[in-house]
């Protein structure tokens, strides 16, 4: 049986996964409606792979025995500027992401719920991927600057992102 406090912290966490899924979708349509197809595709994969993060916190919660508790998703901005202060954007999100994960996890470690923290443990390590990849886009951006056929070439690259 789960953990009181870490049962709820698990819920609200799956509602900041789902919000991820939903805001990096957002983001896709905003890609989208300025012609950057490449980065709206890239940015749909990711909505897919966050709103399988929460499925993954999801069925945990079900398999300790506990309830899942749906929580409100709060609507996500619809503008987000260029491509550099998108993925800027983008990149704060994981960062923010990366805190709630590491508190979590430091929640299961005070609470000794150690399924919970070998679970987490996929999430903190997924984190350090996510940021690394995200950074990486912002320096390529910031390396190609805001010239038409370089934004274009990077979108291209973005757009061959495969679904894990």
């Given at each position: 049986m789960?953990?009181?406090?870490?049962?709820?912290?698990?819920?609200?966490?799956?509602?900041?996964?789902?919000?991820?899924?939903?805001?990096?979708?957002?983001?896709?349509?905003?890609?989208?409606?300025?012609?950057?197809?490449g980065m709206a595709k890239w940015l749909k994969v990711q909505s897919s792979e966050e709103y399988g993060h929460a499925m993954k916190l999801f069925h945990y919660v079900q398999e300790r025995g506990a309830a899942v508790v749906l929580q409100a998703i709060d609507q996500p901005p619809t503008a987000f500027g260029e491509p550099l202060e998108l993925f800027k954007k983008v990149l704060a999100h994981e960062q923010q992401?990366?805190?709630?994960?590491?508190?979590?996890?430091?929640?299961?470690?005070?609470?000794k719920d150690y399924?919970?923290?070998?679970?987490?443990?996929?999430?903190?390590?997924?984190?350090?991927?996510?940021?690394?990849?995200?950074?990486?886009?912002?320096?390529?951006?910031?390396?190609?600057?805001d010239t038409p056929v370089s934004l274009m070439m990077l979108d291209r690259q973005l757009g061959m992102r495969a679904s894990k």
């Open positions: 789960l953990n009181k406090t870490v049962h709820e912290a698990l819920n609200a966490q799956i509602k900041h996964e789902i919000y991820s899924s939903y805001l990096y979708l957002a983001m896709s349509a905003h890609c989208e409606s300025k012609n950057y197809s992401v990366t805190t709630l994960v590491t508190a979590l996890y430091e929640l299961a470690a005070k609470e399924p919970s923290q070998f679970m987490l443990q996929w999430f903190v390590t997924e984190q350090v991927e996510e940021e690394k990849n995200v950074s990486d886009i912002v320096d390529q951006i910031i390396r190609v600057g």
